[in-house]
């Protein structure tokens, strides 16, 4: 008997495959309306490229009965392709690994590059605000706490994306809920103070001077709602 490695599961050899139904014995993947071949994944490079692709768009470890089952292929097929790329990915050194994670496997960047990628990283976060999250976290700052729905209805716009992005950025945070519509609440964080280099949202300058219009904009949005 082979003796088991890394990609197969408790108490399964790899010359051992699962005992398969009568429709796993049919052809993985039909030919479609405009009469193009199904792939054939019995080909070891077809399935190859099919296991690296669930891999990549999978948001979290795949275990290897899921994989053996996306593919339609036997666990002990699936275990020694997992190894050959492991294998490849190994011997040409490229940016990404695949290891097992809990019960599964799942890729990950190669610990070499986590400078590079720290980096870039941290300069994305860095990176200028739009005038749409610069508008929306005014808002916020001035006439916090303050519901989505009513940033919405003070800039005229959906924020729903802006808000994400704030939040992110931990400039803004969520805290308690409106008592008459139960939206949620935002307020700004320390960390907005600091980037601002003020102490208190008491220490913002007053609006009044370059928006006159702030309360009324406030009252129709209140009206609105």
Avoid: C, H
């Avoid at 666990?75 to 097992?100: F, S, Y």
């Amino acid at each position: 008997m082979t003796e088991p490695n890394q990609f197969t599961e408790p108490n399964q050899s790899v010359d051992e495959p699962d005992e398969l139904t009568e429709a796993d014995q049919q052809a993985p993947i039909s030919v479609d309306a405009s009469g193009t071949p199904s792939m054939d994944l019995a080909d070891p490079g077809v399935l190859r490229g099919a296991l690296e692709a669930l891999l990549f768009v999978a948001d979290g470890p795949l275990e290897l009965s899921q994989l053996a089952a996306a593919v339609q292929r036997p666990a002990a097929e699936v275990a020694e392709a997992l190894a050959a790329i492991t294998a490849d990915l190994d011997a040409r050194n490229t940016g990404w690994q695949l290891k097992p994670a809990g019960t599964g496997f799942r890729l990950y960047t190669r610990e070499r590059y986590a400078p590079i990628i720290e980096t870039f990283l941290l300069d994305g976060q860095r990176s200028k605000l739009s005038q749409a999250a610069l508008e929306t976290l005014a808002v916020i700052a001035y006439r916090q706490p303050v519901t989505r729905a009513r940033i919405s209805a003070i800039r005229g716009v959906n924020v729903d994306g802006v808000v994400r992005t704030l939040l992110s950025r931990e400039l803004i945070t969520e805290e308690g809920t409106d008592p008459v519509t139960g939206g949620g609440l935002y307020r700004t964080t320390p960390t907005f103070l600091e980037k601002m280099g003020i102490s208190s949202v008491d220490e913002l300058p007053s609006l009044a001077p370059l928006l006159p219009e702030l309360d009324s904009l406030d009252e129709l949005a209140g009206d609105e709602l």
